[in-house]
């Protein structure tokens, strides 16, 4: 849940997608990083969480996380999707592992969180969506 919460930082919006997601850990005896993936129709996986460990983190094991879901789920769904908000912190993340802007949720944050969420000093407040072709 602590790796979770870093992605994610309301504890009953990860309650939700926990229990109908798959969930994946990097790390022997303690986690490095963590991926929960659902799916949302049989064509479309959803990245729902993915978090390493600040320690880590730079290190190339997010975009090696990304890579273990698309061979994983290659030919069983068409697209992999990821929501996220408008922030410089995971949007060219995603980018350079090969997502492009599909499109948003306006006031996702500001509808569905409990709390105002920051990131770089600015309030998040459309969930952006990215997706990735099973190519
Ligand atoms: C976002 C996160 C999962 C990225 O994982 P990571 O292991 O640090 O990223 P990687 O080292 O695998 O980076 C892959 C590529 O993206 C680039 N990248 C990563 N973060 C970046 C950033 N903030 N800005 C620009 N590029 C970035 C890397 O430089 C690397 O590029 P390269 O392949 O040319 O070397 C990680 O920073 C994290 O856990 N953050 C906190 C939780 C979070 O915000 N999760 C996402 C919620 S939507």
Redesign the pocket.
């Known amino acids: 849940m602590e790796?979770l919460l870093?992605?994610?930082e309301q504890e009953s919006m990860i309650e939700q997608y926990l229990d109908r997601g798959r969930m994946f850990v990097l790390g022997r005896e303690k986690a490095r990083?963590v991926c929960v993936v659902t799916e949302e129709d049989l064509c479309t996986l959803e990245?729902k969480?993915?978090?390493?460990?600040?320690e880590?983190?730079?290190?190339?094991?997010?975009?090696?996380?990304?890579d273990f879901v698309v061979e994983t789920f290659r030919g069983q769904y068409e697209e992999l999707l990821?929501?996220?908000?408008e922030?410089?912190?995971?949007?060219?993340?995603?980018?350079?592992?090969g997502f492009r802007i599909s499109h948003r949720i306006p006031n996702f944050f500001t509808d569905y969180y409990d709390h105002p969420i920051y990131?770089c000093s600015e309030q998040l407040v459309d969930m952006v969506y990215l997706k990735r072709l099973f190519l």
């Open positions: 790796l870093l992605a994610d990083a990245i969480n993915i978090a390493v460990c600040p880590y983190q730079k290190q190339g094991l997010g975009k090696r996380m990304i990821v929501g996220t908000g922030s410089p912190l995971t949007v060219p993340f995603y980018e350079k592992c990131e």
